[in-house]
Protein backbone atom coordinates (compact mmCIF):
# COMPACT_ATOMS: atom_id res chain seq x y z
CA UNK A 1 0.00 0.00 0.00
CA UNK A 2 2.92 2.33 0.88
CA UNK A 3 4.42 1.83 -2.24
CA UNK A 4 1.08 2.14 -3.98
CA UNK A 5 0.89 5.86 -2.54
CA UNK A 6 4.15 6.64 -3.11
CA UNK A 7 3.77 5.79 -6.78
CA UNK A 8 0.65 8.05 -7.27
CA UNK A 9 2.62 11.29 -5.72
CA UNK A 10 5.52 10.69 -8.05
CA UNK A 11 3.63 12.02 -11.40
CA UNK A 12 1.77 14.38 -9.48
CA UNK A 13 5.19 15.80 -8.26
CA UNK A 14 6.66 15.82 -11.91
CA UNK A 15 3.39 17.51 -14.04
CA UNK A 16 3.52 20.56 -10.79
CA UNK A 17 6.94 21.21 -11.66
CA UNK A 18 6.73 20.66 -15.47
CA UNK A 19 3.44 23.74 -15.37
CA UNK A 20 5.63 25.71 -13.21
CA UNK A 21 8.40 25.81 -15.44
CA UNK A 22 5.71 26.00 -18.77
CA UNK A 23 4.23 29.16 -16.72
CA UNK A 24 7.95 30.51 -16.72
CA UNK A 25 8.74 30.07 -19.43
CA UNK A 26 5.31 31.66 -20.94
CA UNK A 27 5.71 35.11 -19.13
CA UNK A 28 8.18 37.48 -21.43
CA UNK A 29 9.27 40.84 -19.96
CA UNK A 30 7.16 43.62 -22.38
CA UNK A 31 10.00 45.78 -22.35
CA UNK A 32 12.07 43.53 -23.80
CA UNK A 33 9.32 43.08 -26.29
CA UNK A 34 8.89 46.30 -26.93
CA UNK A 35 12.51 46.66 -27.89
CA UNK A 36 12.61 43.71 -30.29
CA UNK A 37 9.98 45.43 -32.34
CA UNK A 38 12.05 48.68 -32.25
CA UNK A 39 15.11 47.08 -33.26
CA UNK A 40 13.02 45.19 -36.38
CA UNK A 41 11.48 48.43 -37.66
CA UNK A 42 14.84 50.14 -36.86
CA UNK A 43 16.84 47.53 -38.95
CA UNK A 44 14.32 48.22 -42.05
CA UNK A 45 14.44 51.54 -42.06
CA UNK A 46 18.33 51.17 -42.73
CA UNK A 47 17.60 49.06 -44.93
CA UNK A 48 15.25 51.17 -47.05
CA UNK A 49 18.00 53.84 -46.56
CA UNK A 50 20.54 51.23 -47.98
CA UNK A 51 18.22 50.96 -51.17
CA UNK A 52 17.87 54.13 -51.40
CA UNK A 53 21.34 54.71 -51.09
CA UNK A 54 22.50 52.42 -53.71
CA UNK A 55 19.65 53.57 -55.76
CA UNK A 56 21.01 57.03 -55.63
CA UNK A 57 24.48 55.95 -55.92
CA UNK A 58 23.79 54.19 -59.53
CA UNK A 59 21.98 57.01 -61.36
CA UNK A 60 25.03 59.40 -60.12
CA UNK A 61 27.11 56.91 -61.14
CA UNK A 62 25.07 56.13 -64.70
CA UNK A 63 25.27 60.03 -65.40
CA UNK A 64 28.82 60.65 -64.76
CA UNK A 65 27.20 64.18 -63.07
CA UNK A 66 28.08 63.98 -59.98
CA UNK A 67 31.06 61.11 -58.78
CA UNK A 68 31.02 62.81 -55.61
CA UNK A 69 27.42 61.97 -54.91
CA UNK A 70 27.49 58.54 -56.02
CA UNK A 71 30.96 58.24 -53.78
CA UNK A 72 29.20 59.78 -50.47
CA UNK A 73 25.95 57.45 -51.84
CA UNK A 74 28.57 54.17 -51.17
CA UNK A 75 29.89 55.87 -47.84
CA UNK A 76 26.48 55.86 -46.68
CA UNK A 77 25.59 52.29 -47.92
CA UNK A 78 28.34 51.15 -45.85
CA UNK A 79 27.12 53.27 -42.78
CA UNK A 80 23.43 51.98 -42.93
CA UNK A 81 25.11 48.56 -43.24
CA UNK A 82 26.77 48.98 -39.53
CA UNK A 83 23.22 50.02 -38.00
CA UNK A 84 21.48 46.88 -39.57
CA UNK A 85 24.01 44.82 -37.48
CA UNK A 86 24.04 46.80 -34.96
CA UNK A 87 20.35 46.10 -34.23
CA UNK A 88 21.06 42.20 -34.32
CA UNK A 89 23.15 43.07 -31.94
CA UNK A 90 25.82 40.15 -33.38
CA UNK A 91 28.35 39.96 -30.59
CA UNK A 92 31.63 39.92 -32.75
CA UNK A 93 30.71 43.32 -33.59
CA UNK A 94 29.68 44.73 -30.31
CA UNK A 95 32.91 43.17 -29.08
CA UNK A 96 34.49 46.20 -31.12
CA UNK A 97 32.38 48.58 -31.42
CA UNK A 98 31.59 49.01 -27.64
CA UNK A 99 29.90 52.52 -28.57
CA UNK A 100 26.71 50.46 -30.29
CA UNK A 101 26.04 49.03 -27.11
CA UNK A 102 25.09 52.38 -25.87
CA UNK A 103 21.92 53.48 -27.38
CA UNK A 104 22.66 57.28 -27.22
CA UNK A 105 25.97 56.12 -29.38
CA UNK A 106 23.78 53.76 -31.74
CA UNK A 107 20.84 56.77 -32.24
CA UNK A 108 24.11 59.16 -33.29
CA UNK A 109 25.04 56.83 -35.89
CA UNK A 110 21.38 56.09 -37.41
CA UNK A 111 21.09 60.04 -37.38
CA UNK A 112 24.29 60.37 -38.91
CA UNK A 113 22.95 58.11 -41.65
CA UNK A 114 19.68 60.01 -41.73
CA UNK A 115 21.60 63.07 -42.64
CA UNK A 116 23.86 61.54 -45.09
CA UNK A 117 20.82 59.47 -46.92
CA UNK A 118 18.85 63.45 -47.29
CA UNK A 119 22.16 65.35 -48.47
CA UNK A 120 22.39 66.34 -51.80
CA UNK A 121 19.02 65.69 -52.83
CA UNK A 122 18.47 66.42 -56.63
CA UNK A 123 15.49 68.62 -57.07
CA UNK A 124 15.66 68.94 -60.58
CA UNK A 125 15.76 64.93 -60.99
CA UNK A 126 13.33 63.36 -62.97
CA UNK A 127 13.01 60.91 -60.90
CA UNK A 128 10.64 62.52 -58.09
CA UNK A 129 9.92 59.33 -56.76
CA UNK A 130 13.53 58.88 -55.41
CA UNK A 131 13.48 62.00 -53.49
CA UNK A 132 10.26 60.72 -51.95
CA UNK A 133 11.70 57.95 -50.91
CA UNK A 134 14.73 59.72 -49.47
CA UNK A 135 12.92 61.79 -47.44
CA UNK A 136 10.80 58.93 -45.97
CA UNK A 137 14.15 56.93 -45.76
CA UNK A 138 16.01 59.47 -44.01
CA UNK A 139 12.91 60.82 -41.51
CA UNK A 140 12.26 57.76 -40.52
CA UNK A 141 15.71 56.54 -39.48
CA UNK A 142 15.94 60.30 -38.08
CA UNK A 143 12.90 59.80 -35.53
CA UNK A 144 14.63 56.09 -34.68
CA UNK A 145 17.92 57.80 -33.80
CA UNK A 146 15.91 60.32 -32.07
CA UNK A 147 14.05 57.68 -30.02
CA UNK A 148 17.46 56.10 -28.82
CA UNK A 149 19.25 59.02 -28.10
CA UNK A 150 16.51 60.15 -25.94
CA UNK A 151 16.78 56.63 -24.46
CA UNK A 152 19.82 56.28 -24.13
CA UNK A 153 19.94 59.49 -21.78
CA UNK A 154 16.92 58.04 -19.75
CA UNK A 155 19.26 54.59 -19.43
CA UNK A 156 16.76 52.51 -20.85
CA UNK A 157 18.94 50.44 -22.74
CA UNK A 158 21.34 49.81 -19.47
CA UNK A 159 17.34 48.75 -18.36
CA UNK A 160 17.37 46.51 -21.67
CA UNK A 161 20.72 44.50 -20.94
CA UNK A 162 19.74 44.04 -16.88
CA UNK A 163 16.64 42.29 -18.22
CA UNK A 164 18.14 40.53 -20.65
CA UNK A 165 20.81 38.84 -18.20
CA UNK A 166 17.88 38.37 -15.93
CA UNK A 167 16.03 36.29 -18.76
CA UNK A 168 19.12 34.53 -20.47
CA UNK A 169 19.39 33.19 -16.52
CA UNK A 170 15.88 32.56 -16.55
CA UNK A 171 16.41 30.37 -19.25
CA UNK A 172 18.99 28.94 -18.05
CA UNK A 173 17.19 28.01 -14.63
CA UNK A 174 14.49 26.24 -16.36
CA UNK A 175 16.55 24.31 -18.72
CA UNK A 176 18.52 23.16 -15.50
CA UNK A 177 15.47 22.36 -13.52
CA UNK A 178 14.02 20.29 -17.19
CA UNK A 179 17.23 18.37 -16.82
CA UNK A 180 17.36 17.82 -13.23
CA UNK A 181 13.06 16.47 -13.31
CA UNK A 182 14.19 13.93 -16.48
CA UNK A 183 17.19 12.77 -14.27
CA UNK A 184 14.79 12.16 -11.20
CA UNK A 185 12.32 10.26 -12.95
CA UNK A 186 14.85 8.49 -14.70
CA UNK A 187 16.12 7.57 -11.03
CA UNK A 188 12.95 6.96 -9.79
CA UNK A 189 11.65 4.50 -12.20
CA UNK A 190 14.98 2.62 -11.82
CA UNK A 191 14.34 2.82 -8.03
CA UNK A 192 10.95 1.20 -8.50
CA UNK A 193 12.37 -1.40 -11.19
CA UNK A 194 14.55 -2.26 -8.58
CA UNK A 195 11.82 -2.47 -5.42
CA UNK A 196 9.77 -4.97 -7.85
Do not use: H
Amino acid sequence: MARNGDGEGLPRTSSSSSNAAARLRARRDPLLIVCRCFSFITSLTAILCICVNVLSAIRSFKNGSDVFDGIFRCYAVVIAFFVVVAETEWGFIMKFWKVLEYWAGRGMLQIFVAVMTRAFPDESSKQKDLILLQNIASYMLLACGLIYVISGILCIGFLKRSRQKKEVSREQAIKDLEELERRREELEALLITERA
